[in-house]
């Protein structure tokens, strides 16, 4: 099994007469996380548009795992309060990708280890998000992308029970 998440290579992607990707080319692997840092108009959207297959990139390829893009890849907004629906408890934000995913177990515990894994206390649960700074609405945020899975697989009983079940 491969440690490799994404492979891109040649990534390139135009629009009309504007050349928004050029030959882009990069591996991420598990544990590996990647910040797409640049200027207005330098294309970092586009790129994120062709990682999820949101677009057909005119040369090159993105290949999640070695195959097709999965559910668990979800988008993290830079602005938490555009990601976070102010009509939900922190606790329903938190565990909306656990149900998404379908995580058998305890979820009470469960969101209480997430919520201990980004540095909130427990009284968090039942707070909107809106009552947060924007590091906190950040740290909300955070259990609901990719790495969800990497959270539960560094809490014992979790990486336990998705092993038995792959």
Do not use: C, W
Not at 27 to 33: A, K, N, Q, V, Y
Not at 117 to 131: D, K, T
Not at 149 to 162: E, G, K, Q
Request: aromatic share 6%; charged share 25%.
């Amino acid at each position: 099994m491969t440690d490799v998440l994404f492979e891109v290579r040649g990534l390139t992607r135009r629009y009309r007469k504007l050349t928004a990707l050029h030959d882009v080319s990069f591996d991420l692997r598990r544990g590996e996380s990647l910040g797409i840092v640049g200027e207005s108009g330098s294309g970092k959207s586009t790129l994120l548009r062709l990682l999820l297959a949101l677009e057909r990139p005119d040369a090159g390829s993105a290949v999640y795992r070695g195959g097709s893009l999965r559910r668990e890849v979800q988008v993290v907004f830079q602005d938490p309060a555009s990601a976070l629906d102010p009509r939900m408890r922190v606790a329903d934000i938190i565990l909306e990708p656990v149900r998404v995913m379908r995580i058998p177990g305890d979820h009470a515990a469960l969101l209480g280890e997430l919520l201990d894994a980004v540095g909130l206390p427990a009284a968090a649960a039942r707070r909107y998000s809106h009552e947060f700074s924007g590091g906190q609405r950040q740290r909300i945020a955070s259990p609901q992308h990719p790495y969800t899975r990497t959270l539960l697989d560094s809490i014992p009983r979790f990486r336990n029970r998705r092993a038995a079940s792959t």
